[in-house]
């Protein structure tokens, strides 16, 4: 009997692939969310298709308005701001799914070392992801990135530090309720390794608070990156990234809106998608929220 409990799959409330999509698409939000991110992140890898023209080409129609020679207009150097958005899209999108993806798979692991053996373990990994989540975000990728100094590298360092412990803490709070849960109980009596019980019964609890983290963390990430990039931290150019465009075209603003207007609208519509997605995500894959 206890071999029979131990063998048998964990009660995780578990939706398929199409079965989520389906939930997402009957939510207008949450449809509007997934088609918003699909459109920047098809936007971001056919950049070089889509650009009309190379987003370092200079020309002479400085700070042109929108509509003959260039879409969206030009920049203060006269280069197309539609291209340079393409552009900046995939920066903003590279950056930041290779910050989220580190910060997870590092986060994940703490978390799960924490919460499952508990311990010497927990009593390390915790107070030191208290200490960096009681540090202000932005400050302290301001103090990362300052203290190294600006470039793509090293602001992919500081952002993968700051978001590493917003995985570790979901992570840990499930496995230490998952690891005392009767069917976990019995795995342990019946001999499973430490390894098999983590992969088989506490991870898979884990992955819809992951996935909701994830997206949400998307999203908070493109807005650090162009923080950083608008204080001149961030992705250095003649690379174009959201951040350095606003920074460049807050100083024409009399003269011309538009390159702080198009890279802002970007900013802002991408965020609003990432966090429509993972609302939506979140109300799907919980139980308690589902059908409310």
Do not use: H
């Not at 898979?204 to 908070?220: D, E, H």
């Amino acid at each position: 009997m206890v071999t029979d409990l131990a063998s048998a799959p964990p009660p995780v409330a578990r939706r398929g692939g199409g079965n989520l999509l389906r939930a997402i698409l009957r939510d207008r939000i949450g449809a509007a969310g997934l088609i918003i991110v699909a459109v920047m992140t098809l936007a971001a890898v056919f950049a070089p298709l889509l650009a009309p023209y190379d987003p370092t080409a200079m020309s002479a129609q400085r700070l042109a308005g929108p509509g003959g020679t260039f879409p969206l207009g030009a920049d203060e150097a006269g280069r197309d701001l539609l291209s340079r958005a393409l552009y900046g899209a995939r920066t903003s999108l590279t950056v930041s799914l290779i910050v989220v993806t580190c910060a997870g798979v590092i986060g994940v692991a703490l978390g799960l070392l924490a919460g499952y053996y508990r311990g010497v373990l927990d009593g390390v990994i915790t107070p030191a992801m208290d200490v960096i989540f009681s540090f202000p975000t932005l400050l302290l990728a301001l103090a990362v990135v300052a203290a190294r100094g600006p470039g793509t590298e090293n602001l992919i360092m500081a952002l993968v530090i700051v978001f590493i412990p917003s995985f570790a803490r979901i992570v840990r709070g499930t496995a230490l309720s998952v690891s005392k849960e009767p069917y976990v109980e019995s795995a342990q009596a019946v001999g499973l390794s430490n390894t098999r019980i983590i992969t088989r019964y506490v991870l898979p609890n884990s992955v819809a608070p992951i996935a909701v983290q994830f997206t949400t963390s998307l999203a908070y990430a493109i807005l650090i990156e162009a923080s950083l990039g608008y204080l001149g931290l961030g992705v250095q150019p003649p690379q174009p990234s959201w951040g350095s465009m606003l920074s460049s075209g807050k100083a024409f603003m009399e003269l011309s809106a538009w390159p702080s207007v198009v890279p802002g609208v970007c900013i802002m519509i991408t965020v609003l998608g990432f966090n429509l997605l993972g609302d939506t995500l979140r109300d799907a894959l919980d139980p308690r929220l589902r059908g409310r």
